[in-house]
């Protein structure tokens, strides 16, 4: 009997996708935000099916998507329907965001004025979960060595002027989550005395600044005022940096006072009154109740 022919194997050539993918990129990141963009595009609920074929994605990888997203509040599901839409979460954010540009592009002259009258460098932070991060700074541009603080800076909330003065403004619960953990010394001035932070959170409310002189760095002081907007919701924080022998411990009364004249003003563009009704704004004196 012969043998059944061989058949020929024929060989296909595989050709490398060229690939767009930064080294540093997160894939699951970027899905992630195509997910939420589809959504915020079709301004309706949508199912998995039709965002799965929009995206050119697997049905089971958008659902795990879908679920770590519902998880953090960014998606919600509709019961009824099963479909998904836009969460609360990201109108929380997106309003804070829109605040938060807000009050820059509000704060940039401020930062200048500060700069130029008190010859300082003026730093404008903003709460993220309820601690601070620098968003914008007028550097000193007067001193032989200019003191200088980057945006994207995040100051510690037990021994920084900014971060015990957005501490003041959180709820109790969030004061004690914050200061439950270890709280670090930067140098052997800095507060991490938990009682001792929290007994200080009051006076920061009522006098409406605070200030750390030597507690981030050696010679180097920072007096912060609070920005309001809405009444009484905490906006941002208005500063200057320098060093101790400029800002002194306790901080002069016209530092202070500008500082809050120029922060009063801010909130009142913000729709906020608590300077005028504490009576701040006016030039105050500064007693020395808290080093």
Do not use: C, W
């Given at each position: 009997m012969p043998a059944a022919p061989k058949?020929?194997?024929?060989?296909?050539?595989?050709?490398?996708?060229?690939?767009?993918?930064?080294?540093?990129?997160?894939?699951?990141?970027?899905?992630?935000?195509r997910m939420l963009n589809e959504m915020a595009l079709a301004r309706r609920a949508m199912r998995i099916t039709e965002l799965a074929d929009l995206m050119g994605e697997?049905?089971?990888?958008?659902?795990?998507?879908?679920?770590?997203?519902?998880?953090?509040?960014?998606?919600e599901q509709e019961h009824a329907t099963e479909r998904y839409r836009l969460g609360w979460?990201?109108?929380?954010?997106?309003?804070?965001?829109?605040?938060?540009?807000?009050?820059?592009?509000?704060?940039?002259?401020?930062?200048?004025?500060?700069?130029?009258?008190?010859?300082?460098?003026?730093?404008?932070?903003?709460?993220?979960?309820?601690?601070?991060?620098?968003?914008?700074?007028?550097?000193?541009?007067y001193a032989r060595i200019c003191i200088s603080v980057k945006p994207g800076n995040r100051p510690l909330p037990h021994c920084s002027a900014f971060g015990r003065?957005?501490?003041?403004?959180?709820?109790?619960?969030?004061?004690?989550?914050?200061?439950?953990?270890?709280?670090?010394?930067?140098?052997?001035?800095s507060l991490t005395d938990r009682q001792a932070v929290l007994d200080r959170l009051p006076h920061i409310r009522e006098r409406m600044y605070d200030y750390a002189a030597g507690e981030m760095m050696v010679g180097i002081n920072?007096?912060?005022?609070?920005?309001?907007?809405?009444?009484?919701?905490l906006a941002g924080a208005l500063g200057i940096v320098g060093s101790v022998q400029e800002i002194p411990d306790p901080p002069l009364p016209s530092q202070i006072d500008l500082l809050q004249?120029?922060?009063?003003?801010?909130?009142?563009?913000?729709?906020?009154?608590?300077?005028?009704?504490l009576g701040l704004g006016n030039p105050i004196s500064v007693e020395r109740s808290i080093a």
């Open positions: 058949k020929k194997l024929k060989v296909v050539k595989v050709e490398a996708v060229p690939t767009s993918r930064k080294p540093n990129s997160v894939e699951a990141v970027k899905v992630a935000m697997t049905k089971p990888r958008i659902h795990r998507h879908l679920a770590t997203l519902k998880e953090m509040g960014m998606v979460r990201l109108f929380q954010l997106g309003e804070a965001a829109g605040a938060q540009f807000d009050l820059r592009y509000r704060a940039e002259p401020y930062l200048v004025k500060l700069r130029d009258e008190l010859r300082q460098t003026a730093v404008l932070a903003i709460p993220i979960n309820d601690q601070p991060m620098v968003i914008a700074t007028s550097d000193n541009i003065l957005m501490l003041a403004y959180s709820s109790e619960q969030t004061q004690q989550n914050l200061l439950s953990q270890t709280l670090i010394a930067e140098t052997h001035h920072t007096v912060v005022v609070p920005i309001f907007r809405d009444d009484h919701v004249r120029y922060a009063q003003e801010l909130s009142t563009q913000l729709k906020s009154n608590a300077y005028q009704r």
